[in-house]
C-alpha cells in the first residue's frame, strides 16, 4: 500500500513539472514573438535613420543581420524603395552605397543590379564632364603660369583672380563655363489638356484642344542653339460664337555664353486662325529666358513681334508672349518625368478691333535638361 502510495506521490510531483516546463516553455515563445515583433519595428526605424545620415555600411549590416529571417524579402523591398526615391533628389553616389548594399546581400535581387547600372551610367557622364572641366582649368592654369607679366595682365580680364594673404600667391581661376553637363538638351511634351480663351470683335469663345510642344538645343562652349516647337488644335467649343482656335510654330533660338546661356535670342515663324477663318502666317523674332531653375521646378518666359502684320492690310500690329513651368517627379534612367504648366497669349490689334487669345496648357512628357 505505501509503494502504491509512494508511485502516486511520484507520479503527481511528474506531472506537475511538466506542466510548469510547458507553460515557461509558452512564456519564452510569446516573448520571442513579441521580441521579434519589436525587432520588426525597429528594422524600418534603423533603415530610416541610415538613409537620413546617408549611412550605407549602417543598411549593410542591417540586412545581413535579418538575411535569414522569413520576411528578408519584405526588408529588402523597402530598402530598395527607399533607394529608388533618391532618384527624386539626384544622389546618385548614395543611390549606388545603398543598390551594394542590397547586391552584397543578394546577388540575385535583379532589380537593384538594374538600378545600379542605370545610375552608374549618369555617374560616368557626369564625372565624364567634371573631368573635362577639371582638364580645361588645369591646362588653362598651367598657360597662365607660363606667360609674361604683360600677358599676366591681360588675362587677368578674362579670369577669376583669387589672392592668398597668407602666402601672397595670386591664382587664376578658369571660370565654368556652363551649368549643362549634356551637350544636347531637350524636352517633349504632350499637351493633354488645354483651356483656350478668344475674344475677337465683340465675340467670345471658349474652347478644349489638345497639342504637343517641346524644344531641342546644341549646347557648345561658346554658344547654345537650337529650337522650341508648339502645335495645338482645338477639338471642342463651349460656347456659340464657333472660333477655333490653333497654332502651329517652330522658332529656332541662339544664346551666346558670353552675354547668358540661357538667354536666347529667336527667330521662326508662326501659323494660326484670324478672326476672319484665314490662316495667318508670319515670321517672329523675339528673345527666351530658360531653364531658370528652383529646386525640382524650372520656369522660362518668351515674347515674339509678329512681322507678318505688316503685310496684311487689316491688321496694325500683333505680339505673342508666355511662360512655362517645368515640375520634375521622376526618373527613368537618364530622362526626367516632367509636368508641363504653359501660359501662352497672342494679341492682333486689327483695324476693326482686337482679336485676343489666351491659353493655359497643361502637360505630360520627358526631358534631359542636364
Known sequence: MKKDIKKIIKLFITSIILCMFVGFSNLYAETEVINLTGNEKSFYELV?????????????KLLSANRLKADYSVYEEYV????????????????????????DNNL???????LYMTVEKSVAKRNARQKA????????????AQ?????????????????????????????VTSKY?????????????????????????????????????????KFSLGA???????????????????ELSLIPGIAFTTLSEDFFFRTGFSQMTLSNGHSFLTPTIGFALKNMNMNNTRL?????????????ANMKTAFGAGAQATFLFGNIGNVNLAFFLNLRESLFVLNDGIDNRTRLTIGLGVENNE
Open 48 to 60: 530610416d535613420s541610415a538613409f537620413r545620415e546617408k549611412d550605407a555600411d549602417s543598411v549593410f
Open 80 to 103: 530598395l524603395q527607399k533607394t529608388k526615391s533618391l532618384l527624386l533628389s539626384n544622389q546618385l553616389d548614395l543611390i549606388q552605397s545603398m543598390c551594394m548594399a542590397i547586391i
Open 108 to 114: 540575385d535581387n535583379t532589380d537593384a543590379v538594374n
Open 133 to 144: 572641366l577639371e582638364d580645361q582649368r588645369k591646362a588653362e592654369a598651367e598657360y597662365v
Open 147 to 175: 606667360a609674361s607679366t604683360k600677358e599676366k595682365e591681360s588675362i587677368r580680364k578674362d579670369y577669376n583672380v583669387v589672392e592668398s594673404s597668407a602666402s601672397g600667391q595670386t591664382l587664376f581661376v578658369a571660370p
Open 181 to 221: 553637363y549634356s551637350n544636347f538638351t531637350w524636352s517633349v511634351a504632350l499637351n493633354i489638356a488645354e483651356i483656350g480663351f478668344r475674344y475677337a470683335k465683340d465675340f467670345l469663345s471658349l474652347n478644349y484642344g489638345v497639342g504637343i510642344s517641346g524644344d531641342f538645343y546644341y549646347r557648345a562652349p
Open 228 to 246: 522650341d516647337f508648339f502645335v495645338d488644335t482645338s477639338v471642342l467649343n463651349f460656347t456659340s460664337a464657333d472660333m477655333a482656335m490653333s
Open 300 to 312: 522660362s518666359v518668351f515674347a515674339d513681334y509678329y512681322l507678318g502684320h505688316l503685310f496684311d
